[in-house]
């Protein structure tokens, strides 16, 4: 390489026009974590989000639940990419507002997990790039659980875990809640109590061993009475 | 009834102009990176209001291009907002500011913007423009008091980057700040504030130019020059005169090796 083509950061413009486009690019998606965990009984739906918001090894905030309740018998808990999160869910509840003027009723969970899937697939080509879980009572009063991938993919579980310590914890929930895997099978059905403390106990063991899961948790109890919720502290560092 | 082309919110919108779409003439430009630039600002919410700070510099890459420059903007007699990143978005955001600031000043009707609709409009704008793939490389802290439901002041502090990501938060930093000054900023709020103490306004800044100069030391991109504003939910608004960093370098001598 001739001296003349040496310009002073030390590499040659002939090196540069071959290098093709810049690394630094603008990148529309971060990941600011999250966990969701929900579960399904007879009776009753929980929901439960960690409270941590971050973005790499920084913590914005560690006072953000992640749970959204739409009506008196529906929540939704979105984590994922956070600005995503915040534009889903004002649509999802514009679009209840709609609903609820047109129709003169609420939306049933049902109708709100199709509406649900319907949004996210309208974005099938630039994604919302949160995972989503919704928790309800149907008109039965059983609880139900929807769990969707971001573009829409919508499948009705007894019990899930979404968002970054969904792969953590999905399936410990299959063994203490599916008694998948185990020689004795209890036989009484799983009561609320149960489901809230192996919530509490799987958000506990996220929080351990994954950093964006932390800080405390906002547990959202659905039944025919209405929500109530329940909060808790986890890992502070 | 169901609008036949789907959900437009537009018949909701006011007089405030739309945010002009590029120039038609040749390729359509993007921004794929800032210019000049502003680096961290800080943000605390005390007990009665709220103080953000931020250097008067504006970098062109490591050059200090511009070294009287502010990045803090009274937008009403209670809201204030700052910004780091892109120097030119934040005055192109600022200019539409302004006018809707001006807007609802003529209306003449007691009202006026809030930081918290303020915080969430940003947070729209940045998010469309993202989604253009067209970001306005913007960081904002919007600072101010608005009434809550009973008639009380209360204080805000919320986060907007250029993404459209918001949250709010007591102690707010961006850039360089979020990892240098957040720790030191939580860690002095949770000092003050356990046992059921009391953050105050002094506190505040006290924290704060400790900070502002930790920044100083040790952000290649801070200045020594900085101004504070301090929204309090009793009386108005205001920035401060700038405020300058008295260095103490006399360690350096002392770093060997890197010469």
Redesign the interface.
Same mark, same amino acid.
């Given at each position: 390489m001739s001296m003349s083509l040496m310009r002073p950061g030390g590499f040659s413009y002939s090196e540069l026009a071959n290098a093709g486009p810049v690394e630094?690019?603008?990148s529309?998606?971060?990941d600011?974590g999250g966990s969701i965990v929900a579960v399904a009984g007879k009776g009753f739906a929980l929901i439960a989000s960690d409270t941590r918001?971050s973005?790499g090894y /920084?913590i914005?905030?560690?006072?953000?639940p992640k749970l959204y309740p739409l009506n008196s018998n529906t929540v939704l808990g979105c984590s994922g990419?956070?600005?995503d999160v915040? /534009?889903e869910t004002r649509?999802i509840e514009?679009?209840m507002k709609?609903y609820k003027h047109?129709h003169q009723k609420e939306m049933s969970p049902a109708a709100v997990a199709q509406m649900l899937a319907t949004i996210l697939y309208s974005r099938r080509f630039?994604p919302y790039y949160v995972s989503n879980v919704l928790a309800g009572i149907d008109a039965e009063g059983q609880g139900v659980v929807y769990s969707y991938d971001p573009v829409g993919h919508c499948d009705q579980n007894l019990f899930h875990a979404g968002g970054s310590s969904g792969a953590l914890l999905q399936p410990l929930l299959d063994n203490q809640i599916a008694h998948l895997n185990m020689q004795i099978k209890p036989t009484e059905p799983l009561s609320l109590e149960k489901a809230k403390g192996i919530i509490k106990d799987v958000f506990i063991s996220a929080a351990e061993r994954d950093i964006y899961t932390g800080d405390g948790i906002l547990l959202k109890i659905i039944t025919k009475d209405g929500i109530t919720e329940e909060s808790m502290k986890l890992r502070h560092d | 009834m169901a609008n036949p082309q789907g959900l437009s919110f537009e018949r909701f919108s006011t007089s405030i102009p739309a945010i002009p779409s590029a120039p038609a003439l040749g390729p359509m430009k993007r921004t794929q990176t800032p210019v000049t630039t502003g680096t961290s600002v800080l943000g605390i919410r005390y007990e009665g209001g709220i103080v953000l700070a931020a250097d008067t510099l504006a970098s062109y890459g490591s050059l200090l291009r511009y070294r009287d420059c502010t990045r803090l903007h009274k937008v009403n007699d209670n809201t204030v907002i700052a910004c780091m990143g892109d120097y030119a978005d934040f005055q192109y955001l600022l200019s539409i500011i302004e006018q809707k600031a001006i807007t609802e000043d003529c209306m003449d009707d007691g009202f006026n913007i809030t930081a918290r609709s303020l915080h969430s409009w940003l947070t729209r704008v940045l998010y469309n423009k993202r989604c253009k793939f067209d970001p306005l490389w913007t960081t904002f802290l919007v600072a101010g008091t608005d009434e809550d439901d009973d008639g009380q002041k209360k204080e805000f502090l919320g986060y907007v980057d250029k993404l459209g990501t918001a949250y709010t938060d007591p102690v707010i930093a961006t850039g360089y700040g979020s990892m240098l000054a957040t720790p030191v900023m939580r860690e002095a709020v949770e000092a003050k504030t356990k046992n059921g103490g009391q953050l105050t306004e002094q506190d505040a800044i006290d924290i704060i130019k400790n900070c502002m100069t930790i920044l100083y030391y040790r952000d290649a991109r801070a200045h020594y020059r900085y101004e504070i504003a301090v929204v309090p939910t009793t009386g108005k608004a205001r920035i401060e005169p700038p405020t300058e960093i008295k260095g103490d370098w006399q360690v350096a001598h002392l770093i060997k090796g890197y010469e």
């Open positions: 630094h690019q603008f529309p998606y971060t600011n918001l973005t /920084s914005y905030t560690r006072d953000q990419c956070w600005c915040l /534009s649509l514009a679009r709609l047109e630039f | -």
